[in-house]
T-cell receptor
Framework: SAVISQKPSRDICQRGTSLTIQCQVD?????MFWYRQQPGQSLTLIAT?????????ESGFVIDKFPISRPNLTFSTLTVSNMSPEDSSIYLC???????????FGPGTRLTVT | GQNIDQPTEMTATEGAIVQINCTYQ??????LFWYQQHAGEAPTFLSY????GLEEKGRFSSFLSRSKGYSYLLLKELQMKDSASYLC????????????FGAGTRLFVKA
């Protein structure tokens, strides 16, 4: 399976600032996804990021708040803009692998907004 | 839209068998996943079903009935380390190729 890394692993940020999270994969993948997992809850899909096209956002998530880049087949970024304490969460990058069914997750970025 | 239901919590005894159920409603069904997630860690892929029937992988088995919108994860010979959250997730083609997660079932294994 592919190796997925995320930076930073954790951060504490002030209200009103922005944070960009990086996701790096050691092989080329077509589909990358960004999820959020708030404390004690399951995963919520933010958006799907495919190389060469605009990200597709899920209901409740907008590009102005969560801009995403996907410059190539191994890398993506998610920015959490104008943060508030409600954005405190774990943000996870996920990829769809070589097989039809494989979907794997990065280690996550734990964000705390004060 | 999509809807995925699974029990919030379950408790079982070490060495026993436990079955975690999941029911779902979706359009454009393209597979069902089970993931294990320990506290503070990322989800780990356990199984994938796209056709009806049982898939067995060691101590873990997963079953799917597409006509009933139903799946279960069966864990045998439970070990203490199996205490974790188990997430049922459904992939669909409707509105794009994406996987949506249920709320998860927290499993407590006691001695």
């Amino acid at each position: 399976s592919a190796v997925i890394s995320q930076k930073p692993s954790r951060d504490i940020c002030q209200r009103g600032t922005s944070l960009t999270i990086q996701c790096q994969v050691d092989s080329q993948v077509t589909m990358m996804f960004w999820y959020r997992q708030q404390p004690g809850q399951s995963l919520t899909l933010i958006a799907t990021a495919n190389q060469g096209s605009e990200a597709t956002y899920e209901s409740g998530f907008v590009i102005d708040k969560f801009p995403i880049s996907r410059p190539n087949l191994t890398f993506s970024t998610l920015t959490v803009s104008n943060m508030s304490p409600e954005d405190s969460s774990i943000y996870l990058c996920s990829i769809s692998g070589q097989g039809d069914y494989e979907q794997y997750f990065g280690p996550g970025t734990r964000l705390t907004v004060t | 839209g999509q809807n995925i239901d699974q029990p919030t919590e379950m408790t079982a005894t070490e060495g026993a068998i436990v079955q975690i159920n999941c029911t779902y409603q979706t359009s454009g069904f393209n597979g069902l996943f089970w993931y294990q997630q320990h506290a503070g860690e990322a989800p780990t892929f356990l199984s994938y079903n796209v056709l009806d029937g049982l898939e067995e992988k060691g101590r873990f088995s997963s079953f799917l009935s597409r006509s009933k919108g139903y799946s279960y994860l069966l864990l045998k010979e439970l070990q203490m380390k199996d205490s974790a959250s188990y997430l049922c997730a459904v992939r669909s083609l409707g509105g794009g190729f994406k996987t949506i997660f249920g709320a998860g079932t927290r499993l407590f294994v006691k001695a």
